[in-house]
């Protein structure tokens, strides 16, 4: 029997260690929108350093805009049970607007989740009086 647990334990420390060399990319709007020039970055800089986009839209001729979208929230929020109880995760979100294949804009915005819950707080809002 000791033969066989010793085996198990070198199993379950091999899994263990491995795990820890898995590495999911992560993309961190705030700091990667810094790297777009307007002017100067192509769409191709933008795929790089932003990724794909979450959103496209076509505005005029050769000109588009490119939505990236990310959730954010703390360790705390992420508790399980309790956690949706202890903040409102953020919402980060970069518009870069393309023209020619250049960008000639972008912004960076960051908000609440819930920041526009308001508006579904008053009664006349529904048509009820």
Known sequence: ????????????????????????PVRNLASDVLLIKVGQSTGDDVLTYLGE???QKVIDKGGE???????????????PVVGKYL??????????????????????????ADENDWTDDFSWQKGEK
């Open 87 to 112: 903040g409102s995760p953020g919402i980060v979100e970069v518009i870069v607007t393309l023209k020619d294949n250049v960008v000639v804009d972008s912004r960076y915005e960051a908000h609440d």
């Open 1 to 24: 029997m000791p033969f066989f647990c010793r085996y198990c334990l070198i199993f379950l420390a091999t899994v263990l260690l491995l795990g820890g060399c898995y590495n999911k």
């Open 65 to 79: 805009q490119w939505l990236f979208r990310e959730k954010t929230s703390t360790v705390m929020e992420r508790t």
């Open 53 to 55: 986009p979450d959103e």
